[in-house]
Structures are given as structure tokens and as C-alpha cells.
């Protein structure tokens, strides 16, 4: 079972940064999609970012590319969200998502990740 653990949200003003940092337990981290979603008040959760842990291959979702970056560190069992531009769209609260092996789906639903982290606020200031 793959427990996942966010850190790393707060408030910023627009333009300015954060990262938000994604800690797993439980399973070997190798071979592994995790991904970032957000969701905003009354609106659905959206994909923002993922990686494959075992090639480091990612995709980034439309509205973040270009300022979001999605990374990792192996030994530390961490993948880390790079946010940097940040608008006040951006505000949401942000989950860590993870699968293990193969997606079933694309990796732009939910459904495709089993496991999940509580979430971490994140309030980007006009």
C-alpha cells in the first residue's frame, strides 16, 4: 500500500513561487506514476503533472506548462511540484497521487491513481 504525504503549500502573492514536495511510504518507490492534481472550490479536480518514477518522464498538464515543474528524488522517496509564475488561478487545494506499475487510463483522471495524499492548500494573492 503507498502512503503519500504532502508538504510545502501556503499563501504567495501572484508571481511569486512555491514547491510543493510529495513524500511516499510503503511500497518500492521504483516503477511508479505519481502525479499532481488540484481542485479548486466548486470546480473538479484536474491533473497538473506526473512522473514516471523508474525513467523520470513527465508530462505537465496545459495550464502549467511553461511555470510548473515536476521532478524527483529517488533517495528520498520525494517528487517534488516546482510552481513559479503562480497566478491567482492557481489557487486550489493540491494532492499527490500515485500508481503503481502501469497506468489503467491516462494519467488526466483521477481514476487512473489508486492511492492519495490529504492535500495542501495553496493561495496565490492578486
Known amino acids: 500500500q503507498m502512503q503519500l504525504v504532502e508538504s510545502g503549500g501556503g499563501s504567495v502573492q501572484a508571481g511569486g513561487s512555491l514547491r510543493l514536495s510529495c513524500t511516499a511510504s510503503?511500497?518500492?518507490?521504483?516503477?511508479?506514476?505519481v502525479a499532481w492534481f488540484r481542485q479548486a472550490p466548486g470546480k473538479q479536480r484536474e491533473a497538473v503533472a506526473t512522473?514516471?518514477?523508474?525513467?523520470?518522464?513527465?508530462l505537465v498538464a496545459d495550464p502549467a506548462k511553461g511555470r510548473f515543474t515536476i521532478s524527483q528524488d529517488n533517495a528520498k522517496k520525494t517528487v517534488y511540484l516546482q510552481m513559479n509564475s503562480l497566478k491567482a488561478d492557481d489557487t486550489a487545494t493540491y494532492f499527490c497521487?500515485?500508481?503503481?506499475?502501469?497506468?489503467?487510463?491516462?494519467?488526466?483522471?483521477?481514476?487512473?491513481?489508486?492511492?492519495w495524499g490529504q492535500g495542501t492548500q495553496v493561495t496565490v494573492s492578486s
Open positions: 497521487a500515485g500508481a503503481a506499475g502501469s497506468l489503467t487510463d491516462s494519467w488526466y483522471y483521477s481514476r487512473s491513481f489508486p492511492y
Open positions: 512522473i514516471r518514477t523508474n525513467t523520470s518522464y513527465t
Open positions: 510503503g511500497y518500492t518507490f521504483s516503477d511508479n506514476w
